[in-house]
């Protein structure tokens, strides 16, 4: 798709937007029920706006933006204003300490700061000292209180000081846009920091244009996207949904109030596009669950029947083969009368194309939604890889793997099983960090991390992470996030973390689900007293124990998880267990549970 200007960027294509279809709806806020609508004119004037006054403010030609702030139409309106003053905007999880927003703030050298109310803000003033290069911040909601005037300003004042289009301004922002190139940086996207700081990936305006096209591609034709979105977009995933794609095919783009509302947004928004990470899939397939343990006599067998349905149907595509009449015609009854009326009840009934990403999902949740007639597509990507290169795509699906590589990606699998990446969406490097960027980069091709193999048709299968795998003491290679997924499939168990490496045996910590805890002891007439005495309780831990060895059954005999502990909780963002994306933190799961490891490898 060509751009309007001397350069294909994502703000050019913005422009082009507004003057193709001015009037069309682009960004929804859901507030208490009603539905703010801009459109794309409006979108392009606020973006203008915005770099009109972040120019007159002092923004240099890449200079960098913070964006402290959880999802909203401001959050896109912001991004997208720095990109087209010239500089790189970057987002902070709105769930980082103060600490954390300090690093990136100071790590990335940036001047201005823009936040979402006066928590955010108090996160800065408690690291002010820190920040010697930060020179104004922004504050989204709330008042300015006087003490913090001189260097904080409302962001609806600061756009009506210095955001006017006079002459002087529109030339200043033109002359900017003129010198946006595809080479060019675009954005700063911060890592998650699972295994050290978080680290600067430095996306061109090419690598953001590129994926987006190469998701483009894979798209029905005819598809018209409507997107809830709802995950942070500090992170590349969302960020290229909700924004980069979101701009290139022109769609509409809701926010609610986050994912504490999700089953009512989904409702008003009815989306045609669900992307969820695969904590936000296992969570909807416990509540379902439990809801369909709760279903007796004829609607059971009904039940019953539209999910075998549904699963003959996914075995078919999955294997290729067509669907023959009788196959056929039990779906179109299965959904008649039962997932057509289970996906309105969600808000799903609009819905094209599921999706998971961010994290390996279990296989187990796969098959579950398939039997519902929710197909999840599995996407793999990284933050450096500008978000998906692999896609389980919309022609061929195979239940296991995360796809095929994108238009244009190429993926291939190093001798020691690492997963190697090339192409236009291959990140730039490292803010400030050229050693850490030559050890990833090589001839073109990004070394991912991860370890994976390709079939004979060329679909990736990711088994771990690289620095994930443990080396028992008897020389095994084991992969712990396949035994993770079988384990977090207990019911009971939310999360699973296993260890041993350089052990003699392998060992988990459980983290317990606090539903899914109380409905056991229900069951079994035990007096409800907490998770903490649950934990204790011999009689859940027999239990607990015989799944774990129902799993260890089907294992070799090295991949057996020999020991387990139970946390009384589930793993917490607070805590910095789990990234703002949920996956675990290995090193601060073992650290903060030192003792409890201590007891797995200790004499028994």
Known sequence: MSGSGPADTIVHRLFANAVRRPGDPALVRLERGQRRVIDWRQYADLVRRGARALIAAGLPAQGVVAIVSANRCEWLLADLAVMAAGGLPTGVYPTSTAEQVAYILRHSRAPFAIVENAGQLEKIRAQRDEL???????L?????????????????????RLGGDTSGAAEALASRLLELRPEGLGTLIYTSGTTGEPKGVMLTHRNLTFT????????????????????????????????????????VISFGSGPETLRDDLLSVRPTFFFGVPRVWEKLEF???????????????LLAFARRAALDAQDARSEQRS??????????????????????AMGLDRVEIFVSGAAPIAPSTLRFFASLDILIREVYGLSETSGPSTFNGMAVYRPGT????????????AADGEVLLRGESIFAGYLHDPQATAEVLSD?????GDVGSLDAQGFLRITDRKKDLLITAGGKNVAPQPLEQKLAAIPEIAQAVVLGDREKYLAALLAIQPTACERWAKEQGIAWAGLEELAADARFRTYVESRVEKINSKLAGYETIKRFELLPRELSLELGELTPTLKVKRRVVQELHAPLVARLFGPL
């Not at 010697?132 to 922004?138: D, H, I, M």
Request: glycine share 10%.
């Open 212 to 251: 987006a096209d190469a998701t483009r591609a894979l798209l029905p034709e005819g598809f018209e996207a409507s997107v809830l979105s709802y995950l942070p977009m500090s992170h590349i995933a969302e960020q290229m949904i909700s924004l980069h794609l979101g701009v290139s095919v022109a769609g």
């Open 444 to 448: 073109g091709w990004f070394k991912t």
């Open 323 to 344: 669907f023959g009449p009788w196959v056929r015609l039990r779906l179109a009854l299965a959904r008649r009368l039962v997932f057509d009326r289970l996906k309105a």
């Open 132 to 138: 010697p290069g930060l020179e104004r911040a922004f």
């Open 287 to 301: 509540a379902l669950g439990d809801r369909f343990r709760q279903t007796r006599g004829a609607k059971r067998r």
């Open 140 to 160: 989204l909601d709330g008042k300015v209180a006087p003490a913090d005037s001189a260097w904080v300003e409302r962001w609806d004042d600061f756009l009506a």
């Open 402 to 413: 995360v796809g095929p590589s994108m238009p244009g990606v190429q993926v291939r699998v």
